[in-house]
């Protein structure tokens, strides 16, 4: 049993996976089911004049906002989303109605019946013309140090602009949820990362008291944050549906469906301004991070302030002017989605601090390892670094282990090697997991242990790893260790499963629940022990001037990636990933690797391959035919490892890890693209129409 | 329309309309839930069966077209040795996340090895490139495929 926490056991879940007993929501049966279909506006920007049904059969129902029994906005961080349209439509896709019944043919049949008068408005797509227009739903702002002044004494000033596109989740089972009324309290079942955010959101919306509504979580086919504040709107949809009908109610979308209208990640543009002085050491930045946030504000101020929290990335730069804006344009709302804003502004931190060294005429590596934060070094919003940064240690493995120099020397033209450094916050931002709180339950009845808590498991390995952090605390096999069904009627609030939190922040919990236990263990066959999450006492934050640690604790990593290019097609091929992470002790160093090598492969796709692009509001992309995710044939070897550095916080030690290695990804390519065309890449994705057009410029 | 056909062995009538996706057939008239649909439009693989030993995407064959033909979904393999095979190799890499689309790699893994037992990774990649994952990133359900092969040695 004193086996390393690290060492791999066999995740709790894949047998039931494999042998495809796992029931996902479109699995489940129910007796007198009925079924849901949206009609959506296929208008970007304009007033609903007139709604005109056809007749609607027995048993058939046309449920809209009328139907909605108490407030009809999606509960969320700006609960700004209508359940159903009102008198206007704001986005290509957004439901108006449902159309509900038993028969799925002339349920479709109805809704394509179902004739809407709309008088067009003027519309706004580009963040360009959002701009100019401001259209501005959030404006954050924050200072450090000078910068004025370091602008002003500068020696070199270097201006340089970087944009990324959307990135569709593509959890491999679409959104799907359905509701019924049991004895007056309402049950949800669905594909959620986030049980309690629905259970607010349906609090909202059915008017009910808090005792007659449970969320039950379903086996989920993926997420990625796609499953974070989208649930809310289709539970809402459904129990709607199933309150009026008093049928239970089904709605599961296809694909074309999910891409339609599920939200995305935010198209960027990011813009920074750098003062070099006489030792050629970047003392000041001026950024400008805008994020395009669709139709609807949501969650996109939270990922906005993680984007700007992570514009400085690794590096310590003593004077920052930072400012961040969400606009809005009548498109398909953007939200959630693993890595939530950082993937921008690291890849363009990432690409700034290269396009700098090669002007200068000095190594990017060596160059971006002058500017290295250390412990207690302040972070760009005036906080601490309170751990050791150990990326000396990390960069050495890894060029080591990519022979990194050795390639730069012997590359010839249309073969290249990138390397990027990066960070990720721990937890949520600021004062999140305070306001949070978590809580967990741990009950003993004899010598089986079950662990209460709203983490889900979506594919990540999080049952496995809670379950693991309780048995070897109390040095019980983890048989006899169980998670309660995920029920909000069963378990306590521990927070949503998202902002990679899981294992530090609950696993914490678990940890100190469980080695209290361990103590009372004989002195009672049937025990509970609770614990509320408490934020360790060196942290400070002030929500209102953005000062102070922005997170507890950083993960760290660095990657190498190599790249090759076709000098005709131009056709990318992303050759060996080599990867080193700080993500102070690995829980299980398996499912790690499953997250290190996923999160690889979406950066990868997001940077290459994974183009999505609006058109007069409409995007381009449809299907999966049309939206390309990464293959077999696309994903490079990966070589990952891990350096230890014990967070005296986290569970054995571990910090935090889903997101991290999606941020590293990404840059590690466009760095390999731009040395191998000796060109700056400035944009994600890297096309081979791009390509092409960067290697013809002069 | 009346449609007969062998089910993991087992024949069966059924009158339905030809247009009819296997795919619904499966899930909806025989509960063959491991059967999943990941896109409909035959680019996930999530819906693979076997079709008289070769993976197919089952959301892309209209019921009419399986007249006389033998179907194998997930719920008839995993009574056999090469499915405890793969099961194991699935395990002990780590292939499996979310799990949506491991039914269907199991299915393509089943019909690559039944056609060449003894592939490269290369081989290994191509046949299963018609599978789509999310989360794996791919090289730990080829380790998966690889162990399987050493633990079901000659099964294929
Ligand atoms: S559901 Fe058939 S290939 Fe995707
Ligand atoms: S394990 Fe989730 S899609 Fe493959």
Known sequence: ?698 | MKIEFYLNNEKKKIDIEASIRLLDVLREDFGLTSVKEGCGEGECGACVVLVNGKAMNSCMIPAGSIIGKSIVTLEGYKNTDRYKAIETGFMEAGSVQCGFCTPGFVMATESLLNQNPNPTDEEIKEGLSGNLCRCTGYNMIIQGVRLAIRKGAGLW
């Open chain 1, 1 to 698: 049993m004193k086996e390393s926490i690290s060492k791999s056991i066999l995740r709790v879940d894949s047998r039931k996976k494999i042998k495809g007993e796992a029931k996902y929501i479109s699995d489940w049966k129910f007796k007198n089911l009925l079924f849901a279909k949206t009609v959506r506006s296929i208008k970007a920007k304009a007033k609903i004049l007139s709604i005109e049904l056809p007749k609607i059969p027995a048993g058939f129902y046309v449920i809209d906002k009328n139907d909605v029994p108490g407030v009809n906005r999606m509960h969320t961080v700006v609960s700004d989303h209508p359940i159903f349209a009102e008198d206007d439509v704001q986005y290509i896709g957004q439901p108006i109605l449902i159309v509900v019944g038993p028969d799925r043919e002339i349920i479709y049949s109805i809704a394509s019946q179902i004739k809407i008068q709309y008088q067009e408005e003027r519309t706004l797509f580009s963040l360009e013309e959002a701009e100019e227009r401001s259209t501005v739903f959030t404006d954050y702002h924050y200072k450090k140090g000078k910068p004025e002044k370091a602008f002003q004494h500068a020696k070199l000033l270097i201006e340089d602009e970087f944009s990324t596109g959307y990135q569709e989740h593509v959890y491999l089972e679409p959104q799907g949820i359905a509701a019924e009324f049991k004895k007056g309290t309402l049950f949800v079942y669905g594909s959620m990362q986030c049980p309690f955010y629905v259970k607010n959101a349906l609090l909202d919306t059915m008017n009910l008291p808090d005792n007659k509504i449970r969320v039950v979580q379903t086996v989920t086919g993926g997420a990625f944050g796609g499953k974070e504040e989208f649930p809310s709107l289709t539970a809402c949809h459904v129990a709607i549906a199933a309150h009026k009908t008093h049928h239970p109610v089904m709605m599961i979308y296809d694909r074309s469906e999910d891409i339609l209208c599920s939200t995305k990640r935010h198209p960027s543009k990011v813009r920074y301004k750098a003062a070099i002085d006489e030792n050629d050491q970047v003392i000041a930045l001026d950024i400008d991070v805008i994020l395009n946030a669709g139709a609807y504000n949501g969650l996109s101020p939270v990922v906005l302030q993680r984007g700007i929290f992570s514009a400085t990335n690794v590096y310590n730069i003593p004077h920052l002017n930072v400012r961040g804006r969400n606009f809005m344009t009548n498109s398909v709302p953007s939200g959630a989605y693993r890595g939530f804003g950082a993937p921008q502004t690291i890849f363009s931190i990432e690409m700034l601090f290269y396009n700098i060294a090669v002007k200068l005429g000095i190594d990017p590596l060596e160059y971006k390892m002058r500017h290295l934060l250390k412990k207690n070094d302040p972070t760009c919003t005036g906080g601490q670094i309170h751990e050791e940064v150990k990326l000396p240690e990390i960069i050495k493995k890894v060029i080591g282990k990519s022979d990194y120099y050795n390639k730069l020397k012997t590359n010839k033209k249309y073969h290249g090697i990138g390397i990027s450094l990066f960070l990720h916050g721990c937890g949520f931002t600021g004062k999140g997991e305070s306001v949070i709180s978590g809580k967990i339950i741990l009950n003993k009845n004899k010598d089986i242990v079950t662990l209460k808590v709203s983490s889900v498991e979506m594919g990540q390995g999080a049952e496995t790893s809670l379950r693991k952090i309780v048995a070897y605390t109390l040095e019980i096999p983890i048989e006899n260790v169980v998670c309660e069904k995920v029920d909000t009627g069963l378990i306590p609030d521990s927070g949503p499963t998202v902002a990679s939190r899981t294992t530090m922040i609950v696993g914490g919990l678990l940890r100190q629940t469980a080695l209290e236990m361990k103590e009372r263990w004989n002195k009672a066959e049937i025990l509970d022990v609770s614990k509320s999450y408490k934020h360790p006492d060196y942290l400070h934050w002030d929500d209102n001037k953005f000062h102070g640690d922005a997170y507890p604790v950083y993960s760290w990593g660095a990657n190498v990636a190599e790249v090759e290019i076709d000098p005709i097609t131009y056709e990318l091929t992303i050759k060996k990933i080599d990867a080193v992470y700080d993500v102070g002790v690995p829980i299980d160093e398996r499912t790690l690797k499953g997250q290190i090598e996923g999160g690889i492969a979406q950066g990868i796709g997001w940077a290459t391959i994974e183009v999505m692009e609006l058109e007069n509001g409409k995007l381009k992309q449809s299907n999966l035919t049309d939206y390309k995710v990464p293959t077999s044939m696309d994903v490079p070897e990966i070589n990952c490892c891990f350096i230890s550095n014990p967070y005296e916080f986290g569970p054995f030690g571990a910090k935090c890890a889903g997101e991290l290695p999606f941020v590293g990804a990404p840059p590690a390519v466009a760095e390999a693209v731009a040395n191998a065309l000796k060109k700056p890449i400035n944009h994600l994705p890297i096309t081979p129409e791009r390509l092409m057009e960067i290697d013809n410029e002069n």
